[in-house]
């Protein structure tokens, strides 16, 4: 997985709440049986004014001028600011990957839906959350000053804004340390093989139908 | 001290270790695995040269992809068709038992499970599909997983979790005529909304649930998830148990006993503590119809499509607006003025033999309206189609003149050629009314069967209580 520990970047305010792993990438690309290539498909049916397909020459494709992300000044962006209960619905990975192969590193958020929140940590996208009144006022200052930017530290567990006001997050230390130093989760937990073995057999004998 | 809840109880039995970080390594019974978000799973497995843990924890079907017509000519689309074969190829590579596209046992991965007897109470189930919550109905922990997920279960049988909270619903009193297990969770959604579960597990509670079958058990929880809970459950009584005998996935005669047994214990306590509870009337619920791009925008067939100018909340409002600029709806608008062009009868929500008599009923000797474009009915899985058939279904539904088609996920999501055009409305069983998820700029109501039924003979939505 890749690590995260700080990132200072350009900030795209996603002014909607609910918005769900549909709309992030809609179900056309989840064809693909990669990982990778999804970033000009994220957010398509907003971002585009044609109806998307995979295989098409997506950089051709007529711009919806309207939708945030098309606006020059959020060009480069690198951390989503966005409602309540963003990421609801699917449980697509593909979500999460789309918004990482955009060039999405972090989302600040009120709140998260519990599947994409989980997809996020283990693909070292990092989703912050803030209370819904900073997250109203850093919209406030992301559209009224272009080139806004914020730092975010994750082993401070802090987001600065431009002025220097810091903001503490709170995060699960565990998750906190994975995203740190870049641990993938299947090699920790196959240090644990005897436990998962010794389960397996009280398991088998209390529950012989489980196994076949 | 305090009972515990019927989560706890399946939480507890299933630790393998708990951590000091707080994290708890709990173990996986049953792996459901489908197409479209197993196929970067197996890579990832086959790249760190990993093995499959447990091969006969898991089983497969191709669903979201498969055509619902001429399945015999194989899938047009070669993307499609590609990930499709990627999976079979997975399965036969690693030894997992598959229902591919043309096996007679295939279906929605949600419905084939139970169907099969595949789930089983005090089971963890998981599966890369957020409606894995289905499986809860039958007093199992079940819930959705994304792909790393998944080859975290298959590398290890076992996935990395922080406990939820307990929630339960309890929907007491008598469910109406013509009010069906669908209308139930729409209403509990329009209560506490799509993030109201976030964080917890949801137990479905109280004599209304009780009442209703397993089918209707599975359609209430399979919709937990767009409650913002990755699992709902219900508890075991005569009922579970009585449709699991016999199935093929189901214990042998000599350990059904002991089996039984130990699923009686599925139950939350007396004095058990929950972190929320709601109490919902069921005598109170009418049919329910969405009218936004969430499910939580629903209200009763008698009622109207609600004016965002009257919503104090700004961001709600601002999404109330942008939904009915997306549907089409004028506020005020009554829901029986609501006129549709296609009706879709299917998704892992209301595809069983329940749903498809119910509808059948109320089609039953009539014909769709002319202004309908079309209105389909897709079977959960081979064996409901089946048990369809020799009731003599496919032929109410042909002449009513629905079109009968093979089992998969079809119009629910769209990713095959079943879908809607833009602007067209459509009143579907499924259990997502998202903008463009029956197809890009297509306009969703969710409704029960019998809805979706009267709403596909009439043109527009009628209250099936006053249907005669
Ligand atoms: S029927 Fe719809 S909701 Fe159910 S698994 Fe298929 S795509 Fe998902």
Same mark, same amino acid.
């Given at each position: 997985?890749?690590?995260?520990?700080?990132?200072?970047?350009?900030? *795209?305010?996603?002014?909607?709440?609910?918005?769900?792993?549909?709309?992030?990438?809609?179900?056309?690309?989840l064809k693909s049986i990669k990982r990778s290539g999804f970033g000009p498909n994220l957010f398509d049916?907003?971002?585009?004014?044609?109806?998307?397909?995979?295989?098409? /020459?997506?950089?051709?494709?007529?711009?919806?001028?309207?939708?945030?992300?098309?606006?020059?000044?959020?060009?480069?962006?690198?951390?989503?600011?966005?409602?309540?209960?963003?990421?609801?619905?699917?449980?697509?990975?593909?979500?999460?990957? *789309?918004?990482?192969?955009?060039?999405?590193?972090?989302?600040?958020?009120?709140?998260?839906?519990?599947?994409?929140?989980?997809?996020?940590?283990?693909?070292?996208?990092?989703?912050?959350?803030?209370?819904?009144?900073?997250?109203?006022?850093?919209f406030e200052q992301t559209i009224a000053q272009e080139g806004y930017r914020l730092n975010i530290d994750l082993g401070r567990q802090s987001v600065t804004t431009p002025s220097g006001e810091t903001m503490h997050f709170d995060i699960d230390p565990f998750r906190k340390h994975c995203l740190i130093n870049g641990l993938d989760d299947i090699g920790l937990t196959l240090e644990h093989v005897d436990d998962i073995r010794a389960y397996e057999t009280r398991r088998r004998q209390e529950a012989p139908w489980l196994f076949r | 001290m305090s009972g515990k809840t019927l989560y706890d109880k399946l939480w507890e039995g299933h630790v393998v270790r708990s951590n000091p970080d707080g994290t708890t390594?709990?173990?996986?019974?049953?792996?459901?695995?489908?197409?479209?978000?197993?196929?970067?799973?197996?890579?990832?497995?086959?790249? *760190?040269?990993?093995?499959?843990?447990r091969a006969d924890a898991n089983l497969a079907t191709a669903d979201h992809n498969v055509p619902t017509t001429g399945r015999s000519a194989g899938i047009a689309d070669p993307v499609a068709r590609l990930q499709v074969e990627t999976l079979d190829r997975n399965c036969t590579q690693f030894g997992i038992v598959e229902f591919g596209m043309n096996d007679p046992r295939q279906g929605i991965v949600h419905v084939i499970g139970p169907e099969q007897g595949a789930t089983l109470p005090g089971m963890t189930v998981v599966c890369g599909d957020s409606h894995t919550s289905t499986h809860g109905a039958f007093g199992a922990l079940a819930f959705g997983v994304g792909t790393s997920e998944v080859e975290h279960v298959l590398a290890t049988q076992c996935l990395l979790m922080t406990k939820s909270k307990n929630m339960r619903v309890r929907v007491d009193?008598?469910?109406?005529?013509?009010?069906?297990?669908?209308?139930?969770?729409?209403?509990?959604?329009?209560?506490?909304?799509?993030?109201?579960?976030?964080?917890?597990?949801?137990e479905f509670a109280g004599s209304a649930i009780g009442s209703l079958s397993m089918e209707g058990r599975m359609t209430v929880c399979n919709m937990a998830i767009e409650a913002g809970a990755r699992a709902g459950l219900i508890a075991v009584d005569?009922?579970?148990?009585?449709?699991?005998?016999?199935?093929p996935y189901a214990p042998a005669p000599q350990l059904w006993d002991q089996a039984q047994a130990a699923w009686r214990r599925l139950y939350s306590d007396e004095d058990a503590l929950f972190d929320r509870e709601v109490q919902i009337d069921a005598a109170a619920i009418a049919p329910q119809v969405t009218w936004g791009t969430s499910p939580e925008m629903v209200v009763g067939v008698d009622g109207r499509v609600p004016d965002p100018e009257r919503e104090k909340d700004a961001t709600r409002r601002e999404s109330m607006r942008r939904a009915l600029e997306y549907m089409g709806l004028a506020p005020g608008t009554a829901i029986g003025d609501i006129t549709i062009d296609k009706v879709f009868i299917g998704s892992c929500t209301n595809s069983r033999i329940e749903d498809l008599r119910a509808a059948a009923a109320v089609v039953k000797?009539?014909?769709?309206?002319?202004?309908?474009?079309?209105?389909?009915?897709?079977?959960?899985?081979?064996?409901?189609?089946?048990?369809?058939?020799?009731?003599?279904?496919?032929?109410?539904f042909a002449a009513a003149g629905f079109e009968w088609r093979e089992?998969?996920?079809?119009?629910?999501?769209?990713?095959?050629? /079943?879908?809607?055009?833009?602007?067209?409305?459509?009143?579907?069983?499924?259990?997502?009314?998202?903008?463009?998820?029956?197809?890009?700029?297509?306009?969703?109501?969710?409704?029960?069967?019998?809805?979706? *039924?009267?709403?596909?003979?009439?043109?527009r939505f009628v209250d099936v209580r006053s249907w005669n």
């Open positions: 997985m890749q690590k995260f520990t700080t990132l200072s970047g350009i900030v *795209a305010p996603m002014d909607r709440a609910n918005v769900d792993t549909d709309a992030i990438i809609p179900k056309q690309y049916a907003w971002r585009y004014l044609d109806q998307g397909e995979p295989g098409m /020459d997506h950089s051709r494709r007529p711009l919806n001028r309207d939708f945030v992300l098309n606006q020059p000044r959020y060009a480069g962006a690198s951390i989503l600011l966005a409602r309540a209960n963003f990421g609801c619905g699917s449980s697509r990975e593909h979500a999460p990957w *789309a918004l990482l192969d955009y060039g999405f590193q972090a989302i600040i958020a009120p709140s998260y839906a519990d599947i994409f929140f989980n997809n996020c940590m283990k693909n070292g996208l990092l989703p912050v959350i803030l209370d819904e009144s900073r997250v109203q006022r850093l | 390594l709990i173990y996986i019974d049953r792996h459901l695995v489908h197409e479209v978000t197993s196929p970067q799973a197996f890579e990832g497995l086959k790249l *760190a040269g990993r093995k499959l843990w009193g008598r469910i109406p005529a013509g009010v069906t297990a669908k209308d139930v969770i729409l209403a509990v959604i329009g209560r506490i909304g799509t993030a109201g579960g976030t964080g917890y597990a949801i005569d009922r579970t148990i009585d449709y699991l005998r016999g199935r000797g009539r014909r769709v309206a002319r202004t309908i474009r079309l209105a389909m009915v897709v079977p959960g899985s081979g064996p409901v189609k089946a048990q369809a058939e020799s009731e003599g279904l496919d032929k109410v089992p998969g996920c079809s119009m629910c999501l769209a990713m095959n050629a /079943d879908r809607l055009e833009p602007g067209e409305r459509c009143a579907s069983t499924s259990n997502r009314n998202f903008e463009g998820r029956q197809g890009s700029g297509g306009r969703t109501h969710l409704v029960s069967p019998a809805m979706a *039924a009267a709403a596909g003979i009439a043109g």
